[in-house]
């Protein structure tokens, strides 16, 4: 019987490479989105995954900022899939680009609730379905999406870096805690990667920001999908972050 994944913001991006992959793995995928209109998106992610390799997907419209919203995917995917869940990859994130005089308490609460709180809530609600199911032979993996602004700082984004440090440290102090009961806890802190965002910047402001790489590109979805992989199939691995990044910040 195939495994059960949760993935937050899966309907596009990093989310939806991962949601891809674990597919790919043979998990069954519970894919969480937001908005009314990624539903779309994440109903084509879904039947995708079910078309090429054969698992059950689950699509759950969320907002993870919020406990009781969280309470509702957790719920939905017990009832669905049972009371073991193999994976939880918390990915869902925002930005706000601002900087720290013009932002609004509204807008960086909404940062933190977004990109650390929800990570807090699914990790606190998931955590009994994993508890009374992992052993060392049968781990269960929580894979938490921080970024390199959450190891460095960057201009604009105080919110932000604030919430994937807080990201790092929550998932350091997890792996420690649950660390010998079957439960790995670790973190992915992606670089500069092509999506939405990216590709909505002109081609030479593009090639200014591939030559700050080292590497001299910028990475792809699917670097971050791998990464995640070689997470959950790494049984002695916990507590760390790996970090694509073409060499962009080096730890």
């Not at 010998?180 to 992915?188: H, L, P, Q, Y």
């Not at 910047?201 to 910028?218: F, K, M």
Request: charged letters at 15%; aromatic letters at 6%.
């Amino acid at each position: 019987m195939a495994h059960t994944a949760i993935i937050t913001g899966g309907s596009r991006g990093l989310g939806a490479a991962m949601a891809k992959k674990l597919g790919e793995m043979g998990y069954n995928v519970v894919l969480a989105f937001h908005s009314a209109s990624s539903q779309k998106l994440t109903e084509e992610v879904a039947a995708e995954i079910e078309e090429k390799y054969g698992v059950e997907t689950l699509i759950v419209r969320a907002d993870v900022s919020m406990f009781e919203e969280c309470e509702k995917l957790v719920q939905a995917t017990i009832d669905r899939f049972g009371d073991k869940v193999s994976v939880l990859v918390n990915n869902a994130g925002i930005t706000n680009n601002c900087n720290w005089i013009d932002i609004t308490p509204d807008q960086y609460q909404r940062v933190i609730a977004t990109n650390l709180l929800s990570f807090m809530h699914m990790t606190h609600l998931v955590l009994p379905y994993m508890v009374n199911h992992s052993s060392k032979e049968d781990q269960c993996n929580i894979v938490n999406i921080s970024s390199v602004g959450g190891l460095t700082g960057v201009i604009n984004q105080a919110d932000y870096c604030a919430s994937k440090a807080g990201v790092i440290g929550m998932s350091r102090a997890l792996a420690l805690e649950y660390a010998g009961k079957g439960i790995r806890v670790n973190c992915i802190a992606p670089g500069m990667i092509m999506t939405d965002m990216l590709r909505g910047v002109n081609q030479d402001e593009l090639n200014a920001l591939a030559a700050t790489i080292p590497e001299g590109y910028i990475g792809g979805v699917e670097d971050i999908a791998d990464a995640m992989e070689y997470l959950l199939n790494a049984n002695y691995v916990t507590g760390q972050v790996v970090s694509p990044n073409g060499g962009f910040v080096m730890q």
